[in-house]
T-cell receptor, first 117, second 118 residues
Framework: NAGVTQTPKFQVLKTGQSMTLQCAQDMNHEYMSWYRQDPGMGLRLIHYSVGAGITDQGEVPNGYNVSRSTTEDFPLRLLSAAPSQTSVYFC????????????????FGPGTRLTVT | AQSVTQLGSHVSVSEGALVLLRCNYSSSVPPYLFWYVQYPNQGLQLLLKYTTGATLVKGINGFEAEFKKSETSFHLTKPSAHMSDAAEYFCAVREKASIIQGAQKLVFGQGTRLTINP
């Protein structure tokens, strides 16, 4: 298994440009999520999905869109990049558990380092 | 909403010394707690987790953590630091994300960077 893969590893954008960060997993995990990591702030959840066609916002969703058409893929779209979106982005996936039952490990991708100038 | 506080953004210890990384949480329900490690330029890797049962949890690479409900703490320890332990460590608590069944998210602390001195 490749686990969770992310592309690209690095990206530089100009303000106002759009782009899509790709995330794929080959573990048949229902749950996928996107986090951003900023110094001194840990990881903050942007969007998540509990299955194909089902997505929801996390704590910092503004400026980002997601969709989930397949179990494997969960792309993150930046519609109009801003310098405040300079960050390292991580995609993660895990099995879904029944509500309140168990807590399955999240697997993280290697990250995408994005700079917006 | 749950929250996690990691005391000390940077911790430095000598090789062979005790490692202690502090984590306190707030949770209105019995918590599920996690420690993740991030090596330079890599993603996060699970070290250990507490769900239910034994309050002393052993993880990979010789790390362990103890859940103390009365202190709302989940501190990470390792008896003897190794140079390869240099990394950033994140404590996290699971939180219900929405009314969707099974939808849970991790709330992370701000991280602690561990440096090992030779």
């Amino acid at each position: 298994n490749a686990g969770v893969t992310q592309t690209p590893k690095f990206q530089v954008l100009k303000t106002g440009q759009s782009m899509t960060l790709q995330c794929a997993q080959d573990m048949n995990h229902e749950y996928m999520s996107w986090y951003r990591q900023d110094p001194g702030m840990g990881l903050r959840l942007i969007h998540y999905s509990v299955g194909a066609g089902i997505t929801d916002q996390g704590e910092v969703p503004n400026g980002y869109n997601v969709s989930r058409s397949t179990t494997e893929d969960f792309p993150l779209r930046l519609l109009s990049a801003a310098p405040s979106q300079t960050s390292v982005y991580f995609c993660a996936s895990r099995r879904m558990g029944l509500a309140g039952k168990g807590s399955y490990e999240q697997y993280f991708g290697p990250g995408t380092r994005l700079t917006v100038t | 909403a749950q929250s996690v506080t990691q005391l000390g953004s940077h911790v430095s210890v000598s090789e062979g010394a005790l490692v202690l990384l502090r984590c306190n949480y707030s949770s209105s329900v019995p918590p599920y707690l996690f420690w993740y490690v991030q090596y330079p330029n890599q993603g996060l890797q699970l070290l250990l987790k507490y769900t239910t049962g034994a309050t002393l949890v052993k993880g990979i690479n010789g790390f362990e953590a103890e859940f103390k409900k009365s202190e709302t703490s989940f501190h990470l320890t390792k008896p003897s630091a190794h140079m390869s332990d240099a990394a950033e460590y994140f404590c996290a608590v699971r939180e219900k994300a929405s009314i969707i069944q099974g939808a849970q998210k991790l709330v992370f602390g701000q991280g602690t960077r561990l440096t090992i001195n030779p």
